[in-house]
């Protein structure tokens, strides 16, 4: 079992930072780490994942998000710059044991006002 808890949510202006958080509370190590995230009225979609050796964006987030991990901590961050109204939604981390579990987070809001 692991219980994934994410910090660092809340309220920003338009072109401001957010640097996200998330901590794996389980004696496993993961394959894979990463976020999510679902606005209002849609779906569910990736923002970005980090292996052991490769990252993977979105289109409407590179160059502008950068997602690292601590492996030694089972924690993953994601930086968050230049941010957009259009960003605005509950971020959920996200993780996958080399067994193929997955595991979700219960979600951070974050907001970007115009």
């Known amino acids: 079992q692991a219980q994934l808890v994410e910090s660092g949510g809340g309220l920003v202006q338009a072109g401001g930072s957010l640097r996200l958080s998330c901590a794996a509370s389980?004696?496993?190590?993961?394959?894979?780490m990463g976020w999510f995230r679902q606005a209002p009225g849609k779906q569910r979609e990736l923002v970005a994942t980090?292996?052991?050796?490769?990252?993977n964006y979105a289109d409407s987030v590179k160059d502008r998000f950068t997602i690292s991990r601590d492996n030694a901590k089972n924690t993953v961050f994601l930086q968050m710059n230049s941010l957009k109204p259009e960003d605005t939604a509950v971020y959920l981390c996200?993780?996958?044991?080399?067994?193929?579990?997955?595991?979700w987070g219960q979600g951070t809001q974050v907001t970007v006002s115009s």
């Open positions: 996200y993780a996958v044991t080399w067994g193929a579990v997955n595991y």
């Open positions: 389980s004696i496993f190590s993961f394959r894979t």
């Open positions: 980090i292996t052991r050796d490769s990252t």
